[in-house]
């Protein structure tokens, strides 16, 4: 089993639609779990960083459920510039190592 | 604006040759890592350094090495390059600290065609 799995995509979506991505990780020591955004033939950038209690920034609202080992990413009304591949990445401890899910591609169309 | 920079976008080398990549960070960041991104296979760790002068093997080190003797600079080295050592390499760096939330920069990485 991956350490980090995620939807494998891709999600081709209209403007304006709401669509949620989850990923799954199989440490459940893991200690602190972001969402990297990565657009095509550029490096990956922090999106954000997902809290115990969730978070939202804007349109992007993402989730962690410990029990169930997931977290998830809600992008509401989705704008063509959202489109990019969206990066799971968990910390398996305090170093500074992480782990990178494979990411899942987004598309939105007009 | 932190910065990550790496010393080429584009290379190409022939099988056999020694290939040096640079990175080098503006932020006085402690830990600095390397990775390969293949399609389909996500973002792999070759190499970490959390400081100066130390290197620990992240999950794909073989036929890779790394050096680190100034803070800012972290230098991936493919001893003899081989053709499926074909890939994006991307450097990172990051803050070392007890918290776990500090962001993880990266450069904009190297193409690498080994032909």
């Known amino acids: 089993r991956k350490e980090v799995e995620q939807d494998p995509g891709p999600f081709n979506v209209p403007e304006g639609a709401t669509v949620a991505f989850n990923c799954t990780y199989s440490n459940s020591a893991s200690q602190s779990f972001f969402w990297y955004r990565q657009d095509c033939r550029k490096e990956p950038k922090l999106l954000m960083s997902v809290y115990s209690s969730g978070n939202e920034d804007g349109r992007f609202t993402a989730q962690l459920n410990r029990a169930s080992q997931y977290i998830s990413l809600l992008i509401r009304d989705s704008k063509l510039s959202d489109s990019a591949t969206y990066l799971c990445?968990?910390?398996?401890?305090?170093?500074?190592?992480?782990?990178f899910g494979q990411g899942t591609e987004l598309s939105v169309k007009p | 604006d932190v910065k990550v920079t790496q010393s080429s976008r584009y290379l190409v080398k022939r099988t056999g040759e020694k290939v040096f990549l640079e990175c080098v960070q503006d932020m006085d960041h402690e830990n600095m890592f390397w990775y390969r991104q293949d399609p389909g296979l996500g973002l792999r760790l070759i190499y970490f350094s959390y400081d100066v002068k130390m290197k620990e093997k992240g999950d794909i080190p073989e036929g890779y090495s790394v050096s680190r003797e100034k803070k800012e600079r972290f230098s991936l080295i493919l001893e003899s390059a081989s053709t499926n050592q074909t890939s994006m390499y991307l450097c990172?760096?990051?803050?070392?600290?007890?918290?776990?939330?500090?962001?993880?920069?990266f450069g904009p990485g190297t193409r690498l065609t080994v032909t």
């Open positions: 990445v968990v910390n398996p401890n305090q170093g500074g190592k992480l782990i």
């Open positions: 990172a760096s990051r803050k070392s600290s007890g918290l776990s939330f500090y962001e993880q920069y």
